[in-house]
């Protein structure tokens, strides 16, 4: 490990050391028989416990322990004699620690009570127990009970890190009660890890008196202000399951009464099985009797303890800003526009006026939502994924700058994610303590936070000051995030400090760090081992102070505890001296470093943030100075409020794609790029921009089967691809290629050459016109027709991505009625591009192809006159019809993309459609939006039966709540088909986040200004969604947004409603710049 022992200023010479892995954080270690290894950091908290099996290691939890900030697991004691809880194991808990073989021990003292934990694992099984021990020390007697709070991932490391919402989502929790020990949660993730379903029960010996499974359901969106758990003692658990994105295991011990010198014992327990093949039932509380067996013969040994070292961030408490509220916030924002208030007090609002058009949210506001208030800011103005590109993400609560990446958002990191949604780990990307006085405190969650399209505002209102920190990525093409602190008041010092990543995962690299405290400077530098360092091995990032005169110390986390002498790696730190302000900035290059000094030399000498002009301009390049024409409907103008954010959230999508809660990816989704980029980027005139990703995207072709992959990474990852696809992916750049030329009549493109894939890994050695390409398609299309049919077989699914068949050879007898509606419509389209630029012979081809399959439509898949989701085709050539009225097998009678798109595609009749219509309306439309289909698939504790996720996922949201945006907006796109304007601007309201809570009764608050990809009903588990579903029907049952920004609905937003106002490709007299 390299040591950095010197945080000051003024030292002759660079200090250099470099980004730690696991084996570098001084971890101590306790293993057992069955594989079970427990890592404990030096503040004391628990780094990790995984599992060794045959095939790798799974982890019990799902974020890795901080040594600054502690980590999810918690276990606490409350009592009457103190108003709040004593922690014990999490932050500020226990303030010794000791280590031996088969256990680690903590132990603090607090008033009257000595507090002992020992974790201990039992010698040969997969099993350990939690026991606290509880000594009253005082001349009275004491009340106290024991909380136990688990974090639980069940999975591989890459797997939890890449997204730990969207592992918790396929956690199947099933609460078994048991006669001593009360409720056990049995915890099973559907999803397959190392060959298994990982399996976990946890319990309280004692008997627990209450449970929970979530964390909103014991920190909630209040934790991000207060930084505190709301559990005073006699507050209970809720004792309900919740299958939410934040999965726990928590329980709540029996009450003990205490009398003076009397010392009493509660013991929790946890099992971690490689696999669990089926479904969790009351049989698996046989663990119990294991649990208690170990507990019998636990014996309780001396263990040499030590004091923990605890950082300033794990102990400082979260500042507490004012409201602002009255003339303070009129002073400030004089010209608001869509106010949203709550009983007379204003929670949010837009300042209006394009790239001027700002979201101001307050801090009451934050603490009521689900999803913490974020963006994404993106530098330049670049359409298109480039080495020049630099983003990161700010959040709401006082992170200022997470996952800061240049170029691809997954390797490329220098910041970490914030993984916590409810702040309970403070270690993720950049953050600020503030000593105004009263010692060090964090910035939380502002009295106001400003969203802008290229920077975000925190402000602070204190009695006797306010602190605004200011962040902007340049809205020129340069790399260039800065930062800017100001103090209207009296002067106090600043603590910044970031966790480091510099590349992919935290603790997976050796990035080099290089601290030059007499420039102020820190310089970062990927590990050359690493895919970033591979492909970039110049690349660098410079952290440069422009006003140095104000820094105290620049360094690493030293900086970050009292008297440490040594930093892991893991944090860059810089502290100030009292101060009314300072700027620095980051700087980057993937060419070179020097490069990147000279960008950082360049800011320093003039350390200014980017300005109005600068925003103004960068916006007309941008949006290529589109106006919009104006409406007399009011839904109309709401939805030009929300425009430029989704303008915003189409250009994440497709030049830095990822998103708030889908923060990994970094790679092109074949459907999702020919989709939403390319109708935002053909109704903004950005028409060489499309051209270019047409390019690409057929350049991506296998030269070998003519398909693409579902998703793919660009030069230089780009041997990182997926190694299949769904059914329908093959038609999808045929569709951009029929946009593109529809829209723009350039017929050239089709004797554009391009090149092809071999396999995938490399590029092919060889190119043709895209003529050829399409050609090529359309002949592994027809290749793939069931036999006797011109219906294109489902394969690995449709754009419905919980619908994956579970049995293989579903996947070739069967069809998509929504896939093969797709390929007609594009069939019959690129014929007649083909007639109109002579290419007559294959003209009529083409639209003979595209006449079969409409016939075999009609025949197979609308029986009664009704489009049915699916066909399955026996060997005799009959088929059985799902997702219709006639369906005897799913239960699900109505399929609404296959509706639609048969809509779209010119299928049926205008009788036909407004019979659809009709039918949608009666069926599948909710007060929040249209489903995709009438009611849930049966859940059955995660095993699959016929479809995949639509049968694993445990979490009612995203596709598996039914209830998509994008979905929802392409029958808002019949509906201006079919000239009806009004329904039109109506459907547009179901889901514009400006209006959603005014326009649908049972909408909870959420962000305003992003874009939302599902609304879900707000229900405990699936259970509660099928047996309450026709409250979410009749909308009595609340409904949350779903996930933000990353999808291709944002460009589909802005095609819709750029059509609708100026028509296809023109504005109206009388229009205004958007």
Known sequence: MMRNARPGMGDASPHRFRTPTDADLGLRHIANGAGLNVSVLGNGAVFALTRQTGRGHLMLGQILGSGIGGGLLRLFVRTDSRPGAIPLIGPGGADRVGVLEDRVVWEREVGILRCRVTLVLAPSEPLWLWRAVITNLGSGPVRADAVLVQDLGLGERPFLMNNEAFACQYMDHHVAVHPTAGPVIMSRQNLMQLGGHPWAAHGCLDGAVAYATDFRQVAGPAHRATGELDLPFGTALPSQRMQGEAACAAFQSPVRDIAPGETVRTTFFGVL???????????????????????????????????????????????????????????????????????????????????????????????????????????????????????????????????????????NKLFSVARDGYDLIRSGGLRMLVDTGEGWQRLAVPSVYEMGIWDCRWVYLLADRTITVSVAVSPENRALATFSVTVDGAPCRFLVYAQLVLGEHDLAHHGEVEVDADRSRII???????????????????????????????????????????????????????????????????????????????????????????????????????????????????????????????????AAPHGLEQYSGAAWGTRDVCQGPVELLLALRQDETVKAILATVFAEQDVNNADWPQWFMLDPYAWIRSSDAHGDVIVWPLKALCDYVEATGDGGILEQSVGWRDGGARAADRTDPVAVHVDRLLAAVEARFVPGTHLIRYGEGDWNDSLQPVDPAMRERMVSGWTVALLYRQARRYAAILARFGHDRRAAEVSTLAGAIREDFRRHLMPGGIVAGYADFDASGGAKVLFHPDDTVSGIHYSLIAMTEAMHAGLLSPEETER????????????????????????????????????????????????????????????????????????????????????????????????????????????????????????????????????????????LILGQLNGRRGASPGATQV
């Open 273 to 411: 099985h490689a696999s669990h093949a089926g479904a969790s039932d009351d049989g698996d509380l046989s663990v119990v009797a294991l649990a208690e067996r170990a507990a019998s013969e636990l014996v309780e040994r001396d263990v040499p303890l030590a004091p923990v070292v605890r950082s300033i961030v794990e102990t400082a408490p979260a500042l507490r800003a004012e409201d602002a509220a009255g003339a303070a916030l009129a002073t400030r924002y004089p010209d608001r526009t869509m106010v949203e208030e709550e009983d007379g007090a204003t929670l949010s609002f837009f300042v209006p006026d394009g790239s001027k058009n700002r979201h101001v949210v307050l801090r009451d506001k934050e603490t009521a939502v689900l999803r913490r208030h974020g963006t994404i800011l993106v530098s330049g103005t670049d359409w298109l994924p480039g080495d020049g590109t630099l983003s990161l993400t700010t959040w709401m609560h006082g992170v200022f700058a997470a996952q800061l990446s240049l170029g691809n958002t997954s390797l």
């Open 524 to 654: 970062f530098r990927p590990d050359p081992g690493s895919a970033w360092g591979g492909q970039y091995p110049d690349a660098a990032f410079h952290f440069v102070v422009g006003t140095p005169g104000e820094i105290d110390a620049i360094g690493g986390e030293e900086l970050l505890f009292d008297g440490a002498p040594a930093t892991t790696g893991a944090f860059a730190a810089m502290r100030t001296r009292p101060t009314g302000g300072f700027r620095f900035a980051v700087a980057g290059s993937l060419a070179s470093d020097g490069e990147a000094n000279e960008a950082a030399d360049a800011w320093r000498a003039r350390p200014d943030m980017p300005d109005e002009m600068a925003f103004t301009a960068a916006w007309q390049r941008l949006t290529n100075g589109i106006a919009v024409a104006g409406s007399d409907d009011p839904d109309a103008g709401s939805a030009l409020t929300l425009l430029p954010w989704m303008i915003h959230d189409g250009r994440v999508h497709v």
């Open 916 to 1055: 659809h219509l009709d039918l949608i309306r009666e069926h599948l439309s909710f007060p929040d939006g249209v489903r995709l289909m009438e009611r849930p698939l049966p859940y059955h504790g995660g095993i699959e039966r016929i479809f995949r996720r639509a049968e694993s996922a445990a979490y009612f949201g995203r596709e598996i709540g039914l209830m998509y945006t994008h979905a929802h907006l392409r029958i808002a796109e019949v509906l201006a088909a079919t000239g009806d304007a009004a329904a039109f601007w109506d459907a547009l309201a179901q889901v514009n986040p400006v209006v959603v809570t005014e326009r649908v009764a049972n909408a909870a608050p959420r962000q305003r200004n992003a874009y939302f990809s599902s609304s879900d009903a707000d229900v405990l588990d699936r259970y509660q969604a099928s047996r309450d579903w026709d409250r979410v029907r009749a909308g009595t049952l609340s409904v949350e947004g779903g996930w933000r920004i990353y999808s291709s609905g944002p460009g589909i937003l802005v095609s």
